[in-house]
Structures are given as structure tokens and as C-alpha cells.
């Protein structure tokens, strides 16, 4: 392995961990409703938002009101999301004059983006209104994100939570699901992203609503295009193919838009929808090595930072250490892997008088070369952001795996915003349990007794998304729908289908992109696993919270484990990749695996 | 029910605003004033006229030009208003046929050049926009374009070292040439 990635993998780890740290102090206080972490003139206008929405936000909600309130919320988001793309026509900021976007692809794309997946079957430059863009679909970006940490704040809440023996059974509620989202929006997601939207306009991310912009190129480009009819068909010879027509130009067009109020947010809130098709590739999206890095920093930032809240939250930092400790030690083992795969490069490439020694370039841009292309994907498939700067299905076939499987280990090593963080609970609330069953005590986390009730969640929390990927990944390569996307062949082709569906029921967004979903039977499947695989884990999440919250915190003694040592850390470890491994080693080896014998064994 | 439905349409109305209105303008403003030359896509003017980006490449094909980072977008290569990669698999013949291609029309522009081909010469880019190439993909070049300008190669070599830029604080990313920029600068030495 070159030395220069090993620096960018520490130095990468040490910057994230310096920021994150106090962020995750400053995001407990927000998690605080007494508190007023932002000044009072914010808490003026917060507490006038309340006034008008007609919030109490002294509500302590039960978790059945919290999730059913996050439910509510989430849908007005999906309806007002498709009908936005539907009428952008008749709405103004359209310079292009996009017309409305089918029905399919604005049911998929709505879904999409109120789950922080932000898959996209859609091309963004040739399809979005700048108002869809900016006022749907970036505004689903803070919403999505503000949610997942509205979550997280409510399964600390039940750990944290003391029950006095004067209080009422059932008393303790979670907070208040309003307060939180309003709170998280105004102060974490909106001043980070206005900050990092200026830095990025500085390096060359644009931010205008001007028209795309034709310019005069030096040479001229010569291509081929099928001729059309005064209809506006294409024209068939007598053997029926298309009669092919050459043009020659000099003129190029640059799609133009409000890039970078959109890219901060993508990145804070670890969504993943880029403006244009080629995402964080596209230099008007990211167009330098240090733009590149600070995206990588922006996904993992809330994510990292939501440990250190909860450390502060219960009252022991050391909690905090432990989850980000085992977070750590996946990413960097899946990282290695990716960049060692990446730096390898296409032997049959090579073999063609092609000098290979930067590694593997097809899908990657000059800028970035295949360091921090692979480093990149790595965190853009451990964190459940989906944001790409190369194209991941031209990765090498260990490189597809590690991000495949980073993916479907559950997008908790450090994961979404808010939903990174409360999956790796889940996974150490069964760690817990294991080991409590190893040594025959009623397993306790924080204090608190996880009994039958708990585990009930637990299982439906794990066992419902990769119940979606593997049954919908049959499905799709079943039917004749599903495999007509399939734009690779052989194995390649097979990972190209799994990718798709464990991208979007882990809410990650990113794909082997020449899959071709934006048809009916794929917008549709793809809507159902994006949906089945946010709410399926938040609401039994709620629930095992609004069970803990109930508990009497018992005071740990000697026989109590403890929660922050290395031994902890390696079975919470232990049981996401044991998990993980069960559920999806059989599809892998299919896959990535296979293609990988077909590419370097002769 | 009704206890839920009126705060999340009013905060869902308020927030809206906030995030999708107030904030893009905000941002938008301070782009303008503080940065309008990249707010506006970073264009380059030759004679009063818009001749590209320096962030977006252009295909050049032209022997006297320096050749880019092949390009995937349709229905033309480096189309600025629909970027995109091949997605072709490691394992796809469809990629080594195009490879191919491409390193036969490269040797057939320059046959005396036996030199292995760098791969950003052949391999598609992400976006299909890269502006940029290795320094080792120009310096390939290097010979072809001195012979078809009649310039010493030492004087093409020193214009690729004066446009490369190293990595960032010496980390970050790779050393790179801006093809647009090389070009037009031999353009004007011409």
C-alpha cells in the first residue's frame, strides 16, 4: 500500500475526529431543550416559530405520538416533493423549461429524498427545475437529516431518562419531535451548510440562476446522431436501423444553477442527491483535491459527532468513545481494502500496452486519481450518503465489494445523520444481549434492563432491511423488467441489481449506475425498499425507546459489564459483521466476488 | 390527530422558507459579491468571448491540441449539460474494446511514440468532464504537438511544467495539467 494513503486515511480520521468532538457537545445542548445554545435572538425566533405552528414545546411526547408526528411530517414531504416535480412546468425558476417529471420517476424521487436516500434515476441537469432543486429536494435534505437526528435525540432520551418511584408508569415521553427538528434545522444543519456553501462558491462550485451557458470551444467535436423526421422520430434505412446523422460543432453548453447551497447541505446531511448526474464528480460540484476532502469530512461530521452528543447525553463520555471506536475500526478495515483494490489497477488493461501504475481511472477524475476516489467511496457507502466522485460501478470488483457490503452491514458505521447512530445502538443493545446470554445475567445497557419487549424490536430493526434486499434483489432478477436495466454482463451484472437494492433499502442513493432504473419497475421497487427500510428501523427504534424511557436506571456494580472497554467494542463489532456476513455473504459471492476470479485469474 | 397535522404543515411552510428560500438566496448573495467570477461557472473569455471553463473540459481531437480524458456523455463527448461515466465494469469487453480504440488512434496520431500509454488517455472519466490529465499524459504528448507546431519539444515540455499543479498541500489528490489552459497558452505562443 503507497504510504500517501495511508496519510490520507489519518489524517483524514484525525481532522474528523477534532471537529467532531466539540460539535457533539454543542449538538447535546441543542438535543436540550432548556438550553439556548445559539443565543437568544435565534431562541426568539424559534420560540415565534412555535407560536405560529402552535407547538407546546414543553410537550414530552410518547413515542407512539413522536413517530406518528415523524410520520405525518415525512409524508406532507412526499407529497409536496412529487408535486413539485409534476407541475415544475408551470412554477418559475426553470430557465430550461423542463417539463414535469413522469410519474414514476417523482414517486421514486419523492420517497427518495424524505428518506435521506436520495437515489436518483434521474439526470439533475437535464431533468430539475432549479426550483425543484432548491426549495424540494434540498429542502428534504435538511428535513431528512433534521429527522434522523430527532431519532437518535429520542433513543438517547430513553437511555438517559431516570424514572423517580413517585412518577406514573408510562410517564416519561421522549421529547418533543417538533422541537427537535426545528432545532437541529436552525442550529446545526443551516450554519454549517451556509459556511460550507461559501467555502465551496471560493474553490469554484457554482451558485446563480442563470441560464446554461453556451461558450465557443478551441476545437470542434465531431459525433454521430440518430437523424429525426419533421416529427421528431428517428429515421429508419430499409434494413430498419436508425439512420445515423454527423454533426460537427464548436459550441458547448455548461448546465448552470444554485450548485452549492444544495452540495453543503448534501453533504452535512449525508443525502447524496447531487445536482447533476455525475454528482460529487462534476467539477461544478467539486472541483478541487480540497473540496474533496471536505466533503469527505462534511459526511462523516454529524454522524461522528451524534457519539461524542450521546457520550455527553448519558452522562459518560466513554460510551461515546466506544461506539465511535467500533465505527472506527469497520471503516478502516473496509477503507484498506478499497484502496489497496483501487490502487491495483485493470490487468487486462494493462496487457493492451496501457500503463497502469495510477490504478484503476475508468469512472474517476484526474484530481482526485484513485486515493481518494476509493477513500471517498469508502465513507460516501459507510456513512449512508451515496454522494459519488467516481463511479462505482467501474470500480474494481474488491472495490465493489467493500462499498456493496459497507452498505448492507446496515449503514451504521457512522452511517447517516442521526440513523448511522441509532442502527449502531441497536447493534449494541444485541451485543448486550449476546453476552448476557453468555454469562447468564439479564443483560443491561446504561442501566437499563433489555428484556423480551427490546429484543422483539431489535430483531425487526436488523431483519427488516435485509429482508427487502434479498427479496427484492430475486425479484428484479426474476422478472423481465428487472433484468432489461442490466447494462453489464456476467457477474458484474447480477452486483449491478444487488448494489441497487441494498443501496436503497439502507437509504444509501449511491449505484452502479449504468443500471438503467429510471423505468416503472424499478422506480416502484426501489420507492417501496427506500421507505420499508427508513421506517422499518425508526419505528421500533421509538418503540424500544419509549420502553426504556420507562425503566428504573439501575447503578452499575460488579457484575454489571461494562459498556466502554475494548472487549465491548469488539462484540458490537462482532456482531454487525457477523450479521452481516450471514445475511449477504451467498448474494456477494455471486457478485464481486466471482468477478473478481474473472478479472485476475487466466 | 389534529394536534399533529397543524404543526407539521406550519413548521413543515416555515421551514421550507427557511432552508429552501431564505438560505439559497442567502448564500447566493455572498457567492455574488464575495466570489462572481466562480459563482458563475469560472469562464474563460478569449477576445470579449466565453471559450469554456476552466472547470469543465473540452474534447479535443486536433493533433495541434493536447488531447483530454476520454469522455462517456452523450450524444457528443464532454457534453456540459448532461455529465456522466461509461459504467463499464472491469470485467466488461465492451471496456477493453474501447480502450483499444482509443490507444490505436492515439499511436496512429503520433506512430513514432512507443512509449506505454498513460491510462487517463484511455480511460473514461467519472464525469465526463474532467478538465484535466496527469503530467505524464501530457508530457506522451508532448512530441506530437512540438512536431505538428514546428515548436522545439523542450519549449512544449516547459509550457506543460509552468500549467501543472502539484497536490494539495502535497496530500491531497494528484498532480494535474489543465488541458483548456495548456491549449490556449500554446495557442497564444503560436
Known amino acids: ?602 | 390527530m389534529k394536534s399533529i397535522l397543524r404543526p407539521a404543515l406550519v413548521l413543515f411552510a416555515l421551514l421550507t422558507l427557511l432552508t429552501g428560500f431564505i438560505y439559497p438566496l442567502a448564500v447566493t448573495g455572498v457567492a455574488q459579491v464575495s466570489f462572481p467570477q466562480q459563482a458563475h461557472g469560472s469562464l474563460v473569455m478569449r477576445d470579449g468571448k466565453a471559450v469554456g471553463s476552466t472547470l469543465i473540459g473540452q474534447a479535443f481531437s486536433d493533433p495541434k491540441y493536447f488531447w483530454g480524458r476520454p469522455s462517456a456523455t452523450a450524444p457528443m463527448p464532454n457534453n456540459g449539460a448532461a455529465s456522466g461515466g461509461s459504467n463499464l465494469a472491469p470485467s466488461n469487453p465492451v471496456l477493453l474494446d474501447a480502450v483499444k480504440a482509443r490507444v490505436e488512434a492515439l499511436r496512429a496520431a503520433d506512430p513514432g511514440n512507443t512509449a506505454a500509454v498513460p491510462q487517463d488517455l484511455v480511460m473514461t472519466s467519472a464525469s465526463g468532464l474532467d478538465p484535466q490529465i496527469s503530467p505524464a499524459a501530457a508530457m506522451y504528448q508532448a512530441g506530437r504537438v512540438a512536431r505538428v507546431r514546428g515548436l522545439p519539444v523542450g519549449e512544449v515540455q516547459q509550457l506543460i511544467a509552468r500549467n501543472t499543479h502539484g497536490r494539495t498541500l502535497g496530500i491531497f489528490g494528484e498532480p494535474r495539467v489543465n488541458v483548456l489552459a495548456l491549449n490556449m497558452a500554446l495557442d497564444q505562443g503560436k
Open chain 1, 1 to 602: 500500500m503507497e504510504p500517501l494513503a495511508l496519510i490520507n486515511l489519518a489524517v483524514f480520521l484525525g481532522v474528523l475526529l477534532l471537529a467532531a468532538y466539540p460539535l457533539g457537545l454543542f449538538i447535546a445542548r441543542v438535543a436540550d431543550a432548556q438550553a439556548n445554545p445559539a443565543g437568544s435572538i435565534l431562541g426568539r425566533v424559534e420560540s415565534f416559530l412555535y407560536r405560529i405552528a402552535g407547538v407546546d414545546p414543553q410537550e414530552d411526547m410518547s413515542w407512539r405520538k413522536y413517530a406518528v408526528s415523524l410520520l405525518v411530517f415525512s409524508l406532507i414531504g412526499v407529497l409536496v416533493v412529487y408535486a413539485v416535480q409534476r407541475l415544475q412546468l408551470l412554477l418559475p425558476l426553470n430557465p430550461q423549461g423542463f417539463g414535469a417529471v413522469s410519474a414514476d420517476s417523482s414517486f421514486n424521487t419523492a420517497l427518495s429524498f424524505v428518506t435521506n436516500t436520495n437515489w436518483q434515476g434521474y439526470g439533475g441537469e437535464s431533468t430539475m427545475s432549479y426550483l425543484t432543486q432548491m426549495a424540494a429536494l434540498a429542502v428534504q435534505n435538511f428535513f431528512s437529516a433534521a429527522c434522523g437526528m430527532a431519532v437518535a435525540f429520542a433513543l438517547i432520551r430513553g437511555f438517559a431518562r431516570r424514572v423517580l418511584a413517585s412518577d406514573a408508569a408510562g410517564k416519561n415521553g421522549l421529547g418533543n419531535l417538533w422541537v427537535d427538528v426545528t432545532r437541529c434545522t436552525m442550529y446545526v444543519l443551516l450554519p454549517l451548510s451556509f459556511v460550507f456553501a461559501v467555502v465551496l462558491v471560493s474553490q469554484g462550485v457554482i451558485q446563480n440562476f442563470d441560464e446554461y451557458q453556451d461558450v465557443a470551444t478551441l476545437d470542434a467535436v465531431t459525433y454521430e446522431t440518430p437523424k429525426l423526421d419533421a416529427a421528431g422520430a428517428p429515421l429508419k434505412d430499409a434494413s430498419g436501423a436508425p439512420v445515423m446523422e454527423k454533426i460537427v460543432t464548436k459550441a458547448q453548453t455548461l448546465a448552470m444553477g444554485p450548485v452549492a447551497s444544495q452540495e453543503a447541505i448534501k453533504m452535512i446531511g449525508t443525502n447524496g442527491g447531487g445536482f447533476f448526474n455525475a454528482n460529487s464528480a462534476h467539477p461544478f460540484e467539486n472541483p478541487t483535491p480540497l473540496t474533496n476532502f471536505l466533503q469527505m469530512l462534511a459526511i462523516f461530521l454529524i454522524p461522528a459527532a451524534l457519539c461524542f452528543a450521546f457520550g455527553r447525553m448519558v452522562g459518560d463520555m466513554r460510551q461515546g468513545w466506544a461506539i465511535v471506536a467500533a465505527m472506527s475500526v469497520i471503516f478502516v478495515a473496509f477503507a484498506l481494502l478499497a484502496l489497496w483494490s483501487e490502487a491495483h489497477g485493470n490487468p487486462g488493461i494493462a496487457a493492451l500496452g496501457v500503463d497502469i501504475s495510477g490504478g484503476n481511472l475508468e469512472g474517476k477524475e484526474t484530481r482526485f486519481g484513485a486515493i481518494a476516489s476509493a477513500l471517498f467511496a469508502t465513507i460516501t457507502t459507510a456513512a449512508s450518503c451515496g454522494a459519488v466522485n467516481a463511479m462505482h460501478d467501474s470500480l474494481m470488483p474488491l472495490g465493489g465489494f467493500a462499498t456493496m457490503l459497507l452498505i448492507q452491514l446496515g449503514e451504521v458505521v457512522f452511517g447517516g445523520v442521526g440513523s448511522g447512530f441509532y442502527g449502531m445502538l441497536i447493534f449494541a443493545v444485541l451485543a448486550v444481549f449476546i453476552a448476557g446470554l453468555m454469562i447468564g445475567r439479564t443483560p443491561e445497557y446504561l442501566g437499563k434492563k433489555i428484556q423480551s419487549f427490546e429484543m422483539k424490536m431489535v430483531s425487526i430493526a436488523i431483519l427488516a432491511t435485509p429482508m427487502v434486499v434479498l427479496v427484492g434483489t430475486a425479484l428484479a432478477v426474476m422478472l423481465d423488467p428487472g433484468k432489461a436495466g442490466i447494462s453489464n454482463p456476467g457477474a458484474h451484472g447480477f452486483s449491478q441489481v444487488l448494489y441497487a437494492v441494498s443501496s436503497a433499502a439502507n437509504n444509501n442513493g449511491s449505484a452502479f449506475a449504468g443500471l438503467s432504473a429510471n423505468t416503472p419497475f424499478y422506480n416502484v421497487l426501489l420507492g417501496i425498499a427506500v421507505w420499508i427500510g427508513r421506517f422499518g428501523v425508526i419505528v421500533p427504534v421509538l418503540a424500544i425507546a419509549g420502553s426504556l424511557a420507562n425503566k428504573q436506571r439501575s447503578e452499575a456494580t460488579v457484575g454489571t459489564m461494562p459498556t466502554h472497554g475494548p472487549l465491548f467494542v469488539v462484540l458490537v463489532i462482532g456482531s454487525v459483521l457477523l450479521v452481516g456476513a450471514l445475511t449477504y455473504v451467498p448474494a456477494l459471492a455471486l457478485g464481486p466476488v466471482v468477478e473478481h476470479l474473472q478479472v485476475f485469474v487466466k
